[in-house]
């Protein structure tokens, strides 16, 4: 799980950048390999970003089967994949008018809220093992209204990290995890900002 947050949080750092030049690097480096002759790059480009997305979603996946029994686990990733082919579809129609900056901007939103959630999971099970035995006592207990067994319930626990019965330290944990991680883009964000206006000034 901490594995996959950092992947997570290590992607949406590179989204933050990637979103301010990949169209312009893209567009360049097609037109680039086009002109050429260079087909082979071309191919070689999707594949190894295919493939790369392929080895994230099936450590994501894994990340969530610990949190979640294997039909629940199952039945999201089929509902994730079908969402990405629609959008896939929808980038594919819509790519010359597509904002990448603010497409990036809400996918990296989506998978902080999921590194938050396996975040907190994670120091669960260290609580479970006794290798966090700190803050213990429950925050809540939604277990009459909307527990974890309950489809609701395993939705949002494997979308968000819901858990019915969370202890202090999870709460505390998960809000730390966006306090800093929110932090830390605001301090990302405004040294693109700086590269990019010296950048142009250079220019």
Do not use: C
């Amino acid at each position: 799980m901490l594995l996959a947050v950092a992947v997570l949080t290590w992607m949406i750092f590179w989204m933050r950048y990637q979103g301010r030049f990949m169209k312009r690097d893209l567009e360049h480096r097609v037109q680039t390999a086009v002109a050429s002759g260079a087909g082979l790059a071309i191919f070689g480009l999707a594949f190894f970003a295919v493939f790369r997305e392929g080895i994230e979603t099936a450590l994501f996946l894994s990340a969530s089967a610990f949190a979640n029994d294997a039909a629940a686990t199952l039945i999201g990733g089929a509902f994730g994949l079908a969402l990405a082919i629609m959008a896939g579809y929808a980038i594919y129609v819509l790519a010359l008018r597509l904002n990448l900056r603010l497409f990036f901007d809400v996918t990296s939103l989506l998978l902080l809220v999921f590194a938050a959630g396996l975040f907190a999971h994670a120091v669960h099970e260290f609580q479970e093992i006794g290798w966090l035995s700190i803050y213990t006592k429950q925050a809540w207990n939604t277990a009459n209204v909307m527990p974890n067994s309950s489809v609701i319930g395993s939705i949002l626990r494997a979308l968000i990290g819901y858990n019915d019965a969370p202890s202090i330290l999870e709460v505390v944990g998960y809000l730390i995890y966006w306090g800093v991680i929110l932090v830390a883009i605001r301090w990302w964000t405004q040294r693109l900002g700086t590269r990019l206006v010296s950048g142009q000034a250079q220019a």
